[in-house]
């Protein structure tokens, strides 16, 4: 048993070792990529507040120069208006050709659920899960993507976690779980 438990610890550490490779699009050529507005069946002005936070991160990362949202937005809005059919990966290219930019970020909220209790106890846990696909659109392909899918657990059913809890000062908000999936999202995105 107490084997079992090293190489689950050695494991752990491993992984936590490996660096995993990102994108690495040049900060000075930052012009070359767009955000795309996010997209979901959700409200639009709360979908806008996410735009604001992801936005708000690149700019932490020194990102400074990228398209945002209210770009893509306008040309989405160009190239639908003269070809509405499009679909797909074909009309985010056509999209990203408009802007005009190399890279295209395209995020994607699928879940979303507020805690019910307060920071010390919880009825039910936040719950956030999105997409981010990074596009080339001169080669036309989907040449990355991000999977968030977290739901805060509690220290009973997750002991491993127990820095991360106290780090965060408890339970928190559906927007501060989000925030740490936009910037885990980043990195692995090499952003």
Not at 160 to 172: A, V
Request: aromatic share 12%.
């Amino acid at each position: 048993m107490k084997s079992k438990i090293l190489l689950l610890f050695f494991l752990l550490f491993l992984t936590a070792c490996v660096h995993k490779e990102g994108l690495l699009i040049s900060k000075e050529k930052s012009f070359e990529l767009g955000i795309a507005p996010f997209k979901g069946d959700f409200p639009s002005k709360f979908l806008s507040s996410l735009d604001q936070i992801l936005n708000q991160e690149l700019l932490k990362r020194g990102w400074v120069g990228f398209k945002d949202f209210t770009v893509v937005r306008q040309c989405e809005e160009i190239v639908l208006s003269k070809n509405p059919s499009l679909r797909g990966l074909d009309r985010w290219c056509e999209i990203g050709r408009c802007i005009p930019v190399r890279y295209l970020l395209i995020p994607e909220l699928k879940r979303w659920r507020e805690r019910k209790g307060s920071k010390w106890g919880v009825i039910e846990p936040c719950m956030v899960e999105f997409f981010f696909y990074l596009i080339d659109v001169k080669k036309k392909e989907v040449i990355k993507v991000f999977h968030f899918n977290k739901e805060q657990k509690s220290l009973s059913e997750n002991i491993l976690e127990i820095k991360k809890f106290f780090k965060r000062k408890g339970w928190i908000t559906a927007k501060e779980l989000f925030t740490e999936g936009v910037i885990e999202g980043l990195k692995e995105l090499g952003l």
